[in-house]
């Protein structure tokens, strides 16, 4: 059985041969279909179901637990609701990383999406069918992905954040950049000869210095202060 799936998940409708386990959230048929075809070309990945409402979002992703989410955040017209959903999911079920795949870029929601859980966000426009695969793929492995523009919007939008950072200790900056390799706590600690407890401690302080609430929110943050090559 992979690492972190939920065993009350039935096995059948898992696609136990897959190693990447998708559900994709739109309301446009004809772009599920496309990007059912774009990430089963990829061996060992499955899109497992098909969501087109808000609430059917929740059910998909408690019924299959899967390894990745791809969703609109607009499949009924409500971005808020859409970024709640992403929050829920990233606190109920915290093994399953979320893809953002946007009709459009807007700072506001870029920032909203991050800070609520997601740990990537692309625009359907300029996007390759290569670049989502990366994208899937990196997500899985522990990074935060962000397609053109979107990068540069972010550290736009926390430039004041540069400031703040020259507050941040050798220590903190050090654990920041480990977290941005897609280390987990345990990683960390091993590798650096602390206990997990201290690392939990340097990344509430440094979380707290650059105002982020969650880890992929203070990779943003610290790579647009500088901090991260």
Same mark, same amino acid.
């Given at each position: 059985?992979?690492?972190?799936?939920?065993?009350?998940?039935?096995?059948?409708?898992?696609?136990?041969?897959?190693?990447?386990?998708?559900?994709?959230?739109?309301?446009?048929?004809?772009?599920?279909?496309?990007?059912?075809?774009?990430?089963?070309?990829?061996?060992?990945?499955?899109?497992?179901?098909?969501?087109?409402?808000?609430?059917?979002?929740?059910?998909?992703?408690?019924?299959?637990?899967?390894?990745?989410?791809?969703?609109?955040?607009?499949?009924?017209?409500?971005?808020?609701?859409?970024?709640?959903?992403?929050?829920?999911?990233?606190?109920?079920?915290?093994?399953?990383?979320?893809?953002?795949?946007?009709?459009?870029?807007?700072?506001?929601?870029?920032?909203?999406?991050?800070?609520?859980?997601?740990?990537?966000?692309?625009?359907?426009?300029?996007?390759?069918?290569?670049?989502?695969?990366?994208?899937?793929?990196?997500?899985?492995?522990?990074?935060?992905?962000?397609?053109?523009?979107?990068?540069?919007?972010?550290?736009?939008?926390?430039?004041?954040?540069?400031? !703040?950072?020259?507050?941040?200790?050798? #220590?903190?900056?050090? =654990?920041? &950049? *480990?977290? @941005?390799? +897609? $280390?987990?706590?345990?990683?960390?600690?091993?590798?650096?000869?602390?206990?997990?407890?201290?690392?939990?401690?340097?990344?509430?302080?440094?979380? !707290?210095?650059?105002?982020?609430?969650? #880890?992929?929110?203070? =990779?943003? &943050? *610290?790579? @647009?202060? +500088? $901090?991260?090559?």
């Amino acid at each position: 059985m992979a690492p972190n799936v939920r065993p009350e998940v039935s096995l059948g409708r898992r696609s136990p041969m897959a190693t990447t386990r998708i559900v994709v959230a739109d309301r446009n048929v004809i772009t599920r279909v496309g990007i059912r075809s774009i990430l089963e070309r990829n061996p060992g990945m499955a899109v497992v179901a098909e969501a087109t409402t808000y609430d059917s979002v929740i059910d998909a992703v408690d019924e299959h637990g899967p390894d990745i989410m791809i969703i609109d955040l607009d499949l009924g017209d409500d971005t808020t609701r859409g970024l709640k959903i992403c929050e829920e999911i990233s606190e109920r079920y915290p093994s399953t990383k979320i893809l953002i795949l946007a009709n459009t870029l807007s700072e506001l929601i870029v920032i909203e999406a991050l800070r609520r859980g997601a740990n990537g966000y692309l625009c359907k426009d300029d996007l390759k069918a290569d670049e989502l695969s990366k994208g899937v793929k990196a997500i899985q492995d522990g990074e935060t992905v962000l397609g053109r523009g979107v990068g540069k919007l972010v550290a736009k939008s926390l430039g004041s954040t540069r400031d !703040k950072s020259d507050h941040l200790t050798e #220590r903190e900056v050090i =654990v920041v &950049r *480990a977290i @941005a390799r +897609g $280390l987990s706590n345990k990683q960390i600690a091993h590798e650096l000869f602390i206990s997990e407890s201290t690392v939990k401690f340097h990344v509430q302080n440094a979380s !707290k210095k650059l105002n982020s609430h969650r #880890r992929g929110e203070l =990779v943003h &943050r *610290a790579s @647009a202060a +500088g $901090l991260i090559a």
